[in-house]
Nanobody
C-alpha cells in the first residue's frame, strides 16, 4: 500500500508563507483524488483543497486566494503553497489520497501561525 509522508510544517508569523509537501512511497496511480485536510485542536478534520486526476481543483472558501495546491504524479508528490497565513490556519495538515476502493492518510505536519 502507498504510504504518504508530509513535510514543511513549522512556526510562522501572521502574513508569512509555508510550503507543505506530501511524498508517496510508490506510484500514486490509481489514487484519483489527492487532497489536503487540516485539524485544529478541538475541531474535526476538514478538507482544505483537492485536485483530481483530471486536474479539477477546489479549495475551502476561507483559503481561496491564499493557498494553492499542486499535483505532480510523475514525482508522486502533492504540494500546498500557503501565503498570507492567519492564526486560524493553525492546525495539523494531513495529506490524503483516495481511489475507488482505498483511502490513504499521511501522519500530518503541524503548522502554527503566531500573531
Amino acid at each position: 500500500q502507498v504510504q504518504l509522508v508530509e513535510s514543511g510544517g513549522g512556526l510562522v508569523q501572521v502574513g508569512g508563507s509555508l510550503t507543505l509537501s506530501c511524498s508517496a512511497s510508490a506510484s500514486i496511480y490509481p489514487y484519483y483524488t489527492r487532497s489536503w485536510y487540516r485539524q485544529a485542536p478541538g475541531n474535526q478534520r476538514g478538507l482544505v483543497a483537492f485536485v483530481t486526476a483530471g486536474g479539477t481543483i477546489d479549495y475551502l472558501t476561507s483559503v481561496k486566494g491564499r493557498l494553492a495546491v499542486f499535483r505532480d504524479d510523475a514525482q508522486n508528490t502533492l504540494s500546498l503553497q500557503m501565503n498570507n497565513l492567519k492564526p486560524e490556519d493553525t492546525a495539523v495538515y494531513y495529506c490524503n489520497a483516495k481511489s475507488s476502493s482505498d483511502t490513504v492518510w499521511g501522519q500530518g505536519t503541524q503548522v502554527t501561525v503566531s500573531s
